[in-house]
């Protein structure tokens, strides 16, 4: 016995250890096949970032079964949906059949998730960041009938604390779901089975197209549905579903057996009371309703009963009715009364919409004793929307805080005066058979006032006055205030109905004006710097989206416009917004002490960037204000940080705008003139340096007598042309770029500076020359007056890099000095020899013309004399043989005769002979002595080396 006793013992001991032992090694020997299968499953299927943390698994928790619990499982979308997490899970916990391990499929029974964050976006272009799974192409194709992976026999399922946020652009609609606990239970293993549920939401925040229907709405739910998975048709038994003070029972089922969901649903409030539909109100319109006397009967029910699929819409009614309804605050003496509703909506099954009737033939109250009321009748909403409305009022707005709680702080006055008529068709609008459409009555504000803690300025309406017709909405006259800021308008919105029917694009013209407008106040005081430290709020960066389906002209005027610490006055000019883009059309106004004439646009297109694109004509204007308050001159013109002056300017210019509503730098793009008199320009570090470089005094601290330049804007540069400046005494010609990135400059300089500009060593190593020159030549010479030197200027502005490249190659400044000054003297030098030679040619031609001149008279006289005393002696010839008679003596005397004749003739050419001998000789005695002044001039030597 004591041996059975003591084996029995040993038995135990073993099993408890091989127990042991089993729950220890179980969970390691598996964990790596099962997050092996998790893996592959998941990389074969998923068009996502799967991440997850720590594993554990247990036998411990749910013995015999396994528990698999991952810590910080992620599910992240990739494109068009980066940054977005489909669901981030704190914990994930799964209780798996210990059995099935050991075959090919693992059962999973129970799935909990716990702080799950699920984000589901709908993109405007209809996809789902859900729709995660590979298409048929990239899916992984699975070995046929492997038996291997996962089946779900659920038996029960949980969500604790979790968080979804639905988030659809093509409904504009938004739904938040914060501190989620879920129960389901159920045997998923049989085809026939009861599915029970309970569902609690902390809050629940419902926003549909800008409204905001729910918010931190409490809301609990228990249903059971019979499943029939073999026929995927679910069908409601007992179900109670609690929202805020709303209590709705739901009855019917849906099915989807194929691809279609066909449904037979209906709904209706469990409690008849006004109390429930009034808890219901949007949360816009709406203050807690917990301890106000309400009393009325109420009805609210509804039916969704069709097919629903690609093509076609299951129909839908909605019915809400109100009798003999009352409310009323405990602390506040006047009720609402004689609150009478009925209301019903509804649409057909079909393709869309245009089926649907909205009928609201009785809709009308009391607001202490101010009479409310309304009627509405819509037909054919999508094809040619038909309408019949009617709406009066007349509101004492003061009376309303003696109804409902206005926030603390809050005050409201003044009158409202609404009577309005429309009916009629869109078609008739469209076609311009306005006589067939009524639109007709005026809606009256006046004397409003509005304060609230809320708001940081109070709101005043001295006057509204609006007036219906069936081409367009009059605004006969806006008289009001926004704080300190008052504004007067008037106009007309133009196809005011097809905008409000059909959203089509609203139009409309108007006149505005304002003797201060201060944007200052109506933004509100700026963040304190603390705020800084706090995660950035995205909805605060986002640009300013103009509208696209407007198209209004406005003609603005306003005395002063007070924007950050700028005061515009005096503007004047038109605005054109349309298309999503706004035109400034000959906008004028007054600042820093000059005046801006402005045109342009500013786009915020649908897809893409803002753009801005701007044409300014500035005049006048100041430029140390200008840096001061316009941080972007600053890094498009670094110099202007030195300056004191005003400037002119004409810029046209391109670019996108970042979140900030700030220019993207590198995508600027224009071009402009800028112009300048009188500047002072006092430690700008270019100039600072340059002066260091060329050794001179005055040019880091002096005043820009008058800079004319062009300059454009180019791959992220300001690029000026090449313009001339003086710079104190200094003429320069200066031209390059400097870029808005880093401030890094290249600029080329070419500049005349006067050589007394260099000091005193430079002009003592030419004295010497100087005075060489004035004695070899007599002459005045002096100091060339200025010296040629160009500079490459690169580096940044802060730290300029100048490299001057100085006339005549000099390495320095004294060695250019010097050169200069012998090419100077030289110059000067053969410019003296030149004329000394000029002037003994001019001599040596006087002495010669002279010369000849003596010569020619001389000449001209010796053959006069010799002429005379030729006939002279032809005459005592002809005298003497005229006295002799006798023939034979006159034969002799003729003879004598012309012997004489001839001798005259002799002594005539002797006589004209000598004197051109004579005369030859003075002409070549001038032409030596001229020839000796030149030579003498031409042999002078005077070159400086």
């Known amino acids: 016995m004591r041996k059975i006793i003591k084996w029995l013992i040993i038995a135990v001991v073993a099993l408890v250890v091989l127990l042991l032992a089993a729950v220890i090694l179980i969970p390691i020997l598996f964990k790596d096949r099962i997050e092996g299968m998790v893996k592959e499953q998941v990389n074969a299927q998923l068009n996502a970032t799967v991440e997850w943390g720590a594993w554990d698994i247990t036998l411990l928790r749910s013995f015999p079964d396994l528990t698999v619990e991952v810590a910080d499982v992620k599910l992240c979308n990739k494109a068009p949906f980066e940054g977005v997490c489909l669901a981030d899970i704190g914990s994930l916990t799964a209780t798996v059949d210990i059995k099935s391990v050991f075959g090919d499929k693992v059962d999973i029974k129970r799935i909990g998730l716990v702080r799950p964050r699920i984000h589901a976006v709908v993109r405007a272009d209809g996809r789902a960041n859900w729709d995660i799974t590979l298409p048929d192409s990239s899916a992984v194709e699975a070995p046929a009938d492997t038996g291997g992976g996962f089946s779900i026999g659920l038996r029960e399922y949980w969500i604790e604390d979790g968080r979804v946020v639905y988030d659809d652009s093509t409904l504009a609609f938004r739904m938040d779901l914060l501190g989620l606990d879920h129960k389901g239970t159920g045997d998923f293993t049989q085809d026939l089975f009861t599915l029970s549920t309970t569902t609690h939401v902390d809050t629940v925040d419902v926003l549909f197209d800008g409204v905001r229907y729910l918010q931190r709405a409490l809301a609990d739910i228990t249903a059971d549905l019979d499943m029939d998975m073999a026929g995927m048709k679910f069908t409601f038994k007992e179900n109670e579903a609690v929202i805020n003070c709303l209590t709705l029972g739901f009855d019917g089922w849906l099915a989807m057996p194929a691809d279609d969901i066909d449904m037979d649903i209906t709904w209706a409030l469990k409690k008849n009371e006004l109390g429930a539909l009034l808890s219901m109100v949007p949360a816009a319109f709406a203050k807690d309703l917990e301890g106000v006397d309400m009393s009325g009967k109420a009805a609210f029910g509804g039916y969704v009963k069709g097919t629903y699929n690609d093509t076609t819409m299951p129909g839908f009614g909605l019915d809400i009715a109100v009798e003999n309804g009352r409310f009323k605050y405990p602390d506040l003496p006047e009720s609402v009364e004689r609150i009478q509703v009925k209301a019903s909506i509804v649409s057909p099954q079909g393709k869309d919409l245009d089926g649907m009737v909205i009928d609201v033939p009785t809709f009308a109250m009391l607001v202490a004793t101010n009479p409310v009321s309304a009627r509405l009748h819509l037909e054919r909403p999508m094809s040619d929307p038909r309408v019949d409305l009617a709406a009066q009022a007349k509101l004492d707005l003061a009376s309303l805080k003696r109804v409902v709680p206005l926030e603390k702080g809050d005050e409201l006055n003044g009158k409202l005066d609404v009577d309005v008529t429309v009916k009629g068709a869109v078609s008739d609008i469209e076609a311009q058979r306005f006589e067939k459409f009524t639109a007709e009555g005026r809606v009256l504000l006046s004397g409003m006032t509005y304060r609230s803690d809320s708001l940081p300025w109070p709101v005043g309406i001295t006057t509204l006055d609006l007036a219906l017709s069936p081409r367009y909405l009059a605004l006969n006259g806006f008289d009001g205030t926004l704080g300190g800021s008052d504004v007067r308008a008037e106009g007309r919105f133009d196809s005011y109905l097809l905008w409000w029917l059909k959203d089509s694009t609203l139009t409309g013209t108007f006149d505005v004006a304002s003797r201060r407008f201060d944007l200052n106040e109506l933004m509100g005081p700026e963040e304190p710097a603390a705020a800084e430290a706090a995660p950035a709020d995205t909805a605060a960066m986002t640009v300013i989206e103009v509208p696209a389906n407007i198209n209004f002209r406005l003609t603005a005027e306003a005395g002063e416009v007070l924007y950050d610490d700028l005061t515009l006055t005096g503007l004047k000019g038109g605005v054109h917004i349309h298309d999503r883009r706004v035109d400034l059309n000959k906008l004028v106004f007054g600042l820093f002490e000059g005046r801006v004439g402005l045109d342009g646009s500013y786009a915020t297109p649908e897809k893409g960037t803002p753009v801005a694109e701007l044409r300014y004509d500035i005049r006048d204007m100041d430029i140390e204000k200008t840096v001061q308050?316009?941080?972007?001159?600053?890094?498009?013109?670094?110099?202007?940080?030195?300056?004191?002056?005003?400037?002119?300017?004409?810029?046209?210019?391109?670019?996108?705008?970042?979140?900030?509503?700030?220019?993207?730098?590198?995508?600027?793009?224009?071009?402009?003139?800028?112009?300048?008199?009188?500047?002072?320009?006092?430690?700008?570090?270019?100039?600072?340096?340059?002066?260091?470089?060329?050794?001179?005094?005055?040019?880091?601290?002096?005043?820009?007598?008058?800079?004319?330049?062009?300059?454009?804007?180019?791959?992220?540069?300001?690029?000026?042309?090449?313009?001339?400046?003086?710079?104190?005494?200094?003429?320069?010609?200066?031209?390059?770029?400097?870029?808005?990135?880093?401030?890094?400059?290249?600029?080329?300089?070419?500049?005349?500076?006067?050589?007394?500009?260099?000091?005193?060593?430079?002009?003592?190593?030419?004295?010497?020359?100087?005075?060489?020159?004035?004695?070899?030549?007599?002459?005045?010479?002096?100091?060339?007056?200025?010296?040629?030197?160009?500079?490459?200027?690169?580096?940044?502005?802060?730290?300029?890099?100048?490299?001057?490249?100085?006339?005549?190659?000099?390495?320095?400044?004294?060695?250019?000095?010097?050169?200069?000054?012998?090419?100077?003297?030289?110059?000067?030098?053969?410019?003296?020899?030149?004329?000394?030679?000029?002037?003994?040619?001019?001599?040596?031609?006087?002495?010669?013309?002279?010369?000849?001149?003596?010569?020619?008279?001389?000449?001209?006289?010796?053959?006069?004399?010799?002429?005379?005393?030729?006939?002279?002696?032809?005459?005592?010839?002809?005298?003497?043989?005229?006295?002799?008679?006798?023939?034979?003596?006159?034969?002799?005397?003729?003879?004598?005769?012309?012997?004489?004749?001839?001798?005259?003739?002799?002594?005539?050419?002797?006589?004209?002979?000598?004197?051109?001998?004579?005369?030859?000789?003075?002409?070549?005695?001038?032409?030596?002595?001229?020839?000796?002044?030149?030579?003498?001039?031409?042999?002078?030597?005077?070159?400086?080396?």
């Open 629 to 945: 308050y316009v941080e972007t001159v600053q890094k498009m013109a670094p110099i202007a940080k030195t300056c004191k002056g005003k400037y002119s300017t004409t810029l046209s210019m391109r670019t996108e705008l970042d979140a900030a509503m700030s220019p993207v730098l590198e995508s600027l793009t224009g071009q402009g003139t800028l112009s300048t008199r009188n500047v002072r320009v006092d430690g700008f570090q270019p100039l600072v340096d340059l002066a260091k470089a060329f050794k001179v005094k005055g040019i880091e601290n002096t005043t820009l007598p008058s800079v004319d330049f062009s300059y454009e804007f180019r791959d992220g540069k300001m690029i000026t042309k090449p313009f001339d400046v003086k710079i104190d005494r200094i003429k320069a010609n200066v031209g390059g770029s400097t870029a808005f990135a880093d401030q890094a400059i290249d600029y080329d300089l070419k500049a005349k500076v006067p050589t007394d500009m260099f000091g005193a060593q430079a002009n003592q190593l030419v004295a010497g020359w100087l005075g060489q020159a004035n004695q070899l030549l007599g002459s005045g010479f002096q100091m060339p007056a200025e010296i040629d030197v160009t500079a490459k200027i690169t580096g940044t502005i802060d730290k300029p890099v100048i490299k001057p490249v100085f006339a005549g190659g000099g390495s320095n400044l004294t060695q250019t000095v010097v050169t200069e000054v012998k090419e100077e003297l030289n110059q000067q030098i053969d410019k003296a020899k030149e004329e000394a030679i000029a002037r003994a040619r001019e001599e040596a031609a006087k002495l010669l013309a002279e010369a000849q001149k003596q010569a020619d008279n001389l000449k001209a006289t010796a053959r006069k004399e010799a002429a005379n005393l030729k006939a002279q002696a032809y005459k005592a010839a002809d005298d003497e043989l005229a006295k002799v008679t006798n023939p034979l003596a006159k034969m002799a005397a003729k003879a004598v005769a012309d012997a004489a004749k001839k001798e005259a003739d002799k002594q005539e050419q002797k006589a004209i002979a000598e004197a051109d001998k004579r005369a030859d000789g003075i002409v070549a005695e001038a032409r030596k002595q001229g020839d000796a002044i030149i030579a003498r001039a031409e042999q002078t030597n005077t070159t400086i080396k």
